[in-house]
Each structure stands twice: as C-alpha cells, then as structure tokens.
C-alpha cells in the first residue's frame, strides 16, 4: 500500500486533533505531509516533533522564524512557511493526496478551493466553504475530478445513507427527504428570556460535543444548522425543500434519508468526530478510528422533534438566503462571523448575534456568485458593516 500524503488545514483545531489521531493510528497508510495553523505555534511544534511534516505553515514571518528556529533546534528538516500563499500551495502541491480541510471559517476557502482546483480528495469540515461559494466549489470539484468527502458528521452520515451514485440526481435515486439532525445546542429548552444574558462559557458547553469555540456558539444559536442545510444543498444538489431538520437531542442519529419505498438509511454512532474523519480518510474502506462501539441499550432511546424556527432565527435566514441565492449566504456567512466574535469577545449579547445577522442582510443586496472575488468582495463588504453596526451598538 503506497502511503498518502495528508496537508491538514488547521491541525491545531478539534477536527485537526482528532486527523492527526486517526494518522497516528495508521502510519502504514498516511502521513502528515503539512501542517497548518494559524498562531498556536506551541501546539503545533509538538505536532511536527510527532509527526515530522514536510512543511509547516503558520501566519506571519515573526512566528514563522519561532517555528523554525525551534524544529532546527530539535533537529527537525521541517521546513517552516506562512501565510494565505503558503496554504493555497500547499494545498495543490502535486506530492499531496488528500486535503483535511479544517480551518473554521472564511479562512478557509481559498486554499480550499485551490485544492479542489489540483483535482485533490477534499476532506471537507470548513462547511463555510461551501456556504460561501457553493456554486464555485462544487463546479471546481467536476471540472477538476477532485473527490469531495464530506467530514461534518451530518453530511458523513448522509454520504453513507446514500447510493454511491447519488451524482446522477436524488430524485433519481428514489430519494424523498434528507433529514438533518440536530442536537438543539445547549439552549434548547431554554426559556427565551434568559437567552438575553447568555455568557460564552454557557455557548460553548455543548451538550453532546467538544469543537472549537466559533462551531460551539453557532450550534447554539443553530446557526450551524443553517449552515449545514447550506452545505448539504450543494454537496448533494439538493432542493432546499427536500432537506427537513430534525432536533434529536441525543446525537446518535447521525443523520437519515429517506426514500420512495418508504426505506430511512441512517447511520448511528457515538458522538465522536474521528469516526466521519476515519471515513472520509479511507473511504471506500473502513478503518479502525480509536471510537468506542455504540452501547444501543446504554442509549435507550431516540428522541425526534421539529425544529423551532422563531426561538432559532438564524436556522430561518439560512433557509431566506438560499432562496434568494447570490451571494446572500456569503454575507449571512461573513456577518455571523463577526457577530459569534463579537459575543466571544463579549462585546454582542447572545441574542444580538440573530439580530445582527438579519439587520446585515437587509442592509446589503445580494450580487451574483459569479467569480471568487464577487464572493470575496461580498465577504468584506459584510464584515465592514457588522462590525459598523456592532460599533455603533445597536443591538448591545
Ligand atoms: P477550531 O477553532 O478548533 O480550529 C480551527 C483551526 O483553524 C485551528 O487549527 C486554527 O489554527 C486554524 N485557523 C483559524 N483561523 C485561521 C486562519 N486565518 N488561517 C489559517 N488557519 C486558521 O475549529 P474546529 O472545531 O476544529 O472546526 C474547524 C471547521 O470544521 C469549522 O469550519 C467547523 O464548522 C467544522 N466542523 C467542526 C466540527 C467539530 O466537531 N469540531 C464538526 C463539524 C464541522
Ligand atoms: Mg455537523
């Protein structure tokens, strides 16, 4: 077996972690070819004195030459770079196999796309991507033969509840519903006037996952499952009215679909990330991910419940902007963005980030996804507003 070499974008991340455990666990068959951060040069240094990548990457040249200096230092012959240019190359460098896409964020979409365009297997978790250029990505993924696994668990467990066929149309498939779970984040019974006072410690203690902070908060809003529905329009070209969110509290159910004979394929597991990231790694097989076999009858039971679309606004203005299409989503994107950085930084209250999502997005019509910078340009336009209106404190 030839050993693929794996450039993982955010290595420092949860979804990074949890790559790298799964490389760990298989150095017969992958390798770290180059790992990328963005400024937790410490973590990422234990990570290249594990791992030995051929490359690393982290932002700018002061912690670059921190970086370097340390593996020369260790006698490492990794060689050190940084940037957005750095990424993108190394995220079409013709020695790589597969791209752990895993930065969270706009950041991401660039060096993204740029393997999607060097015809890489995309192992793609930075849902924003396709949230912000799904049209582009996608049509970058066919034209270029790339290969495009989706890592989101949702959007793993659809995968694998699908025929591998699926390219040639759900309806043709005899496919009825996706039906897309969701945990309903830590506020889910929460009485909405105690959202009000909301702090981030309370946003990111999810009830049934450990992410980064920016995805922790998104779930709690369901921004995350907008984004997810987003997502899953385009990996699946789906019609957004097939796609049904189902709030399933205990996350076992990964996701479902169901078809014309009446069949619902799920795919069921414990909460753990390593297991979509072990299938999108060694798809078609299966490989052993370091996950604990699902205790069904510790489980007992699975609960279903439709989604409440007013307590979660941002769920709603997922759906408003694939309506409307463009570059509505790319704003909705950017502007969540600044607003789950704004509470974090505990500058937006809880409920402001739906607010100022919304106020965004009447404020700015939405342009044509035409090209990458029409995509780029709506991004920046967004996040100048938002944080105009955060400055101005309108929703404080
Ligand atoms: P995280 O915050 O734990 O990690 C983010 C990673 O991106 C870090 O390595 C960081 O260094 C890097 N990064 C951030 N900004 C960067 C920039 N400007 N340039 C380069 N690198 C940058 O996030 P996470 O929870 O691992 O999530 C990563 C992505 O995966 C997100 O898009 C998230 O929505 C998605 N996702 C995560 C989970 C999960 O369980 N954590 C599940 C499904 C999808
Ligand atoms: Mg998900």
Redesign the pocket.
Known sequence: MTRQNITV??????????TLDIIRRHPERYRAYAL?????VD??FAQCQEFQPVFA???DAQLAGDLAGRCRAAGLATEVRFG?DA?IELSADPEVDAVM????????LE?TLAAARAGKKVML?????LVMAGELFMHAVRENGAALLP????HNAIFQSLPADFARGLTACGVRKILLTASGGPFRNTALADLHSVTPEQACAHPN????????V?SATMM?KG?EVIEARWIFDAAPDLIQVVVHPQSVMHSAVQYADGSVLAQLGNPD?RT?IAYAMAWPERIDAGVEPLDIFAVGRLDFQQPDLERFRCLQLAYDVLHEGGTAPAILNAANEVAVAAFLDCQLPFLGIARLNEAVLDALPAGSEGSLADVLAADAEARSCAAQMIRERRFA
């Open positions: 974008l955010g290595s420092t991340g949860s979804i990074g972690v949890s990328c951060a963005h400024s937790q973590k990422l990457v982290v932002r957005l990424l896409a895993a930065i969270v964020g706009a950041a991401g060096p978790a930075n849902k924003e991507v890592v989101d668990s949702e996952w450990v992410m980064g902070r920016k995805i922790s998104d995350n984004l990330m979509p």
